[in-house]
């Protein structure tokens, strides 16, 4: 098993950065990749970024690209979400995602970002 705590939300000014963290423990040697979702009220969860846990390799959806990059201390194992230039279209529950090598997926209990105008 594998617990992942993300930490690092809060309300925010639009225009202005957050970084978000996901600390993994456990089964953590399992772990081949971690991602970042959101989910704003009444909406579905949606990808933000993926980074692959050998080697960095990282993954963005669009709607994010450019603004939100994600990175990973590996001594630590934890996986950050750095946002700039948030918008109030940003507000949501963000959450980290962690796959297993054996096909598990793991979710943290999520942290929330409000953006205000």
């Known amino acids: 098993q594998v617990q992942l705590v993300e930490s690092g939300g809060g309300l925010i000014q639009a225009g202005g950065s957050l970084r978000l963290s996901c600390a993994a423990s456990?089964?953590?040697?399992?772990?081949?990749?971690m991602a970042w979702f959101r989910q704003a009220p009444g909406k579905e969860r949606l990808f933000l970024a993926r980074?692959?846990?050998?080697?960095?390799?990282?993954y963005y959806a669009d709607s994010v690209k450019g603004r939100f990059t994600i990175s990973r201390d590996n001594a630590k194992n934890t996986v950050y979400l750095q946002m700039s230039s948030l918008k109030p279209e940003d507000t949501a529950v963000y959450y980290c995602?962690?796959?297993?090598?054996?096909?598990?997926?793991?979710w943290g209990q999520g942290t929330q970002v409000t953006v205000f105008s």
């Open positions: 980074i692959i846990w050998s080697g960095g390799r990282t």
């Open positions: 456990g089964r953590t040697a399992s772990l081949v990749a």
């Open positions: 995602k962690g796959d297993s090598e054996g096909g598990s997926a793991y």
